[in-house]
């Protein structure tokens, strides 16, 4: 059965670089997509980006240009930055598994999620 | 504002079929597929539907997403007081390139 486990500081400073680690056990990392997904408090979901296991990645049109996911298959691992983080960045980060092709297989494999607060 | 509204509330009784739904677009909901997850408090997301209509394996038939045009919607019938939860769809957007979530709806069990 896979897992996903994410791993992180929780509080991170204004203006700093948020970053986020997810690790697969229990299967390989390979084969499939990889998602980042966010809530902030009290609010709905919000998709971050994925990366397929070449490398090649997708980003939320409104967060590219903060945004960097990465993949490390030797340590079936993948990661996430936010660069310049504000205090909207706080939410509960999700690391996912996409279930094949993206457009038609959706998430099916999540992390329990772990919370990060940009404050000073 | 999600580009994908959903009703932000909806309740019924235990037995009861409740609907929810999902407005979008020509540019998601009507040319690409729908998910639906279920997220119980304090837990992740857990997938309902992918591919508009399917269910994972593991969850019940009383789940079931159907989708016309620009819309979609996820029934629930047989309701019960475990699905109390909130209930977000899913789009990919075609102009937007990326994925959409609706803003959730919050289902109470009476």
């Known amino acids: 059965q896979v897992q996903l486990q994410e791993s992180g500081p929780g509080l991170v400073e204004p203006s700093e670089t948020l970053s986020l680690t997810c690790t697969v056990s229990?299967?390989?990392?390979?084969?499939?997509?990889w998602s980042w997904i966010r809530q902030s408090p009290g609010k709905g979901l919000e998709w971050i980006g994925d990366?397929?296991?070449?490398?090649?990645?997708n980003y939320n049109p409104s967060l590219k240009s903060r945004v960097t996911i990465s993949i490390d298959t030797s340590k079936n691992q993948f990661s996430l930055e936010v660069r310049s983080v504000t205090a909207a960045d706080t939410a509960i980060y999700f690391c996912?598994?996409?279930?094949?092709?993206?457009?038609?297989?959706?998430?099916?494999?999540w992390g329990q999620g772990t919370t990060v607060t940009v404050s000073s | 504002q999600s580009v994908l509204t959903q009703p932000p509330s909806a309740s019924g009784t235990p037995g009861q079929r409740v609907t929810i739904s999902c407005s979008g677009s020509s540019s998601n909901i009507g040319r690409t597929y729908v998910f639906w997850y279920q997220q119980l408090p304090g837990t992740a997301p857990k997938p309902l539907i992918f591919?508009?209509?399917q269910r994972p394996s593991g969850v019940p038939d009383r789940f079931s997403g159907s989708k016309s045009g620009t819309s979609a919607s996820l029934a629930i019938s047989g309701l019960r007081s475990e699905d109390e939860a909130v209930y977000y769809c899913a789009a990919w957007d075609g102009s937007l390139t990326g994925l959409l979530f609706g803003g959730g709806t919050k289902l109470t069990v009476l």
């Open positions: 229990g299967g390989s990392i390979g084969t499939y997509y």
């Open positions: 591919r508009d209509i």
């Open positions: 996912a598994r996409v279930g094949g092709d993206p457009r038609i297989f959706g998430m099916d494999v």
């Open positions: 990366i397929y296991h070449s490398g090649s990645t």
